[in-house]
T-cell receptor
Framework: AQRVTQPEKLLSVFKGAPVELKCNYS??????LFWYVQYSRQRLQLLLR??SRESIKGFTADLNKGETSFHLKKPFAQEEDSAMYYC????????FGTGTRLQVFP | DVKVTQSSRYLVKRTGEKVFLECVQD?????MFWYRQDPGLGLRLIYF???????EKGDIPEGYSVSREKKERFSLILESASTNQTSMYLC??????????FGPGTRLTVT
């Protein structure tokens, strides 16, 4: 099955510290990956997609085909970034990563 | 804005009851999905549908069935609810190979 792996269940940082949420994928072909975010008491929503190469809320994600990774990065974490983050491929049988909870302490 | 709505935010049912979870989307999306979300396990796909009356099993279909009689509506059915089906259930819809839009979730407790 096409799968992504998020090795960290919990990532805790202090405000202003850099953040990197890891995502590795295990399928061949040209991947097109997404990052989704779920803030407390809100619905799961798209954060950013690989193909658009955009920066949303200061987050970026670069596809590294050699390492088969799509890590989510932000140079300076904010408290409002605290949330669950999921990495996912967009294919028909989507298999989300298990998610990483990011906690940003003041 | 795409709207995906789910019939209940919270639901409490007894073991053995038949449970229906309804999901409606208003953007004419072909694909619809049902997931359950559990701490430490992330999102697990139960079933998905790529067209009316079409369905495919996801990772954890056991104990569940689905129905899609109309394009905008996708129902998840627990034939005989059990305590291990206590979970948050998320519905989503998408156009093929694009982002998914999620509903607010239904927190189901089976006692």
């Amino acid at each position: 099955a096409q799968r992504v792996t998020q090795p960290e269940k919990l990532l805790s940082v202090f405000k202003g510290a850099p953040v990197e949420l890891k995502c590795n994928y295990s399928y061949s072909g040209s991947p097109e990956l997404f990052w989704y975010v779920q803030y407390s008491r809100q619905r799961l929503q798209l954060l950013l997609r690989h193909i658009s190469r955009e920066s949303i809320k200061g987050f970026t994600a670069d596809l590294n085909k050699g390492e088969t990774s799509f890590h989510l990065k932000k140079p300076f974490a904010q408290e409002e970034d605290s949330a669950m983050y999921y990495c996912a491929p967009p294919y028909f049988k989507l298999i989300f990563g298990t998610g990483t909870r990011l906690q940003v302490f003041p | 804005d795409v709207k995906v709505t789910q019939s209940s935010r919270y639901l409490v049912k007894r073991t053995g009851e038949k449970v229906f979870l309804e999901c409606v989307q208003d953007m004419d999306h072909e694909n619809m999905f049902w997931y359950r979300q559990d701490p430490g396990l992330g999102l697990r796909l139960i079933y998905f549908s790529y067209d009316v009356k079409m369905k495919e099993k996801g990772d954890i279909p056991e104990g569940y069935s689905v129905s899609r009689e109309k394009k905008e509506r996708f129902s998840l059915i627990l034939e005989s609810a059990s305590t291990n089906q206590t979970s948050m259930y998320l519905c989503a819809s998408s156009v093929v190979s694009y982002e998914q839009y999620f509903g607010p979730g239904t927190r189901l407790t089976v006692t």
